[in-house]
């Protein structure tokens, strides 16, 4: 297996000061890339299949609205970037069902992305969805 080129981390300079930043030093055991999916609509989903393990899961939090809101996904996105140092990032969307989420939210998610990632980084999007809602030709922009 080839092991992948490692880039340096790097403050990024789009980070607002409000925000923490980079720690000053990083573990020497800290993983220098790993995967993470995300499920912004929780527990939740347009469909009902016998077999699903996870819908159950919606009664271990009674009060959520299963939304991811704004803040949490320009954290999440901002964070998942700088703490990656191989050349290729992927943003992964999971549920229950992503896509309950709309469009709109997706949409903000890659312009994050564009606003965090750092030049010259390779960035794939992705999502498992059933596709139940995927009717008509998407317009999510491109990095
Ligand atoms: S589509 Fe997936 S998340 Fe939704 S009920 Fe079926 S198995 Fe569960």
């Known amino acids: 297996m080839q092991t992948p080129k490692i880039i340096p981390l790097t403050p990024s300079h789009a980070v607002p000061e409000t925000m923490p ?23 939740t989903c347009n ?5 699903c393990f996870f819908l159950s899961k919606e009664k271990l ?14 954290t999440y996105i901002r964070q998942l ?4 140092r191989a050349p290729e990032v992927t943003i992964a969307w999971q ?5 309950l989420m709309g469009l709109d939210f997706f949409n903000r998610a890659v312009e994050l992305v564009h606003t965090y990632a750092r030049p010259g980084i390779n960035i794939q999007h992705t999502m498992q969805t059933n596709g139940w809602m995927v009717h008509k030709p998407c317009t999510i922009p491109t990095v």
């Open 21 to 43: 930043g980079l720690p000053a030093s990083w573990p020497k055991n800290a993983p220098s890339y790993f995967h993470v999916l995300s499920k912004p609509s929780g527990a």
């Open 61 to 74: 939090y009674p009060n959520s609205r299963f939304r991811m809101s704004d803040e949490t996904l320009e």
């Open 47 to 51: 469909l009902d299949c016998t077999y």
């Open 95 to 99: 549920g229950g069902e992503p896509t």
């Open 81 to 84: 970037l700088e703490s990656q």
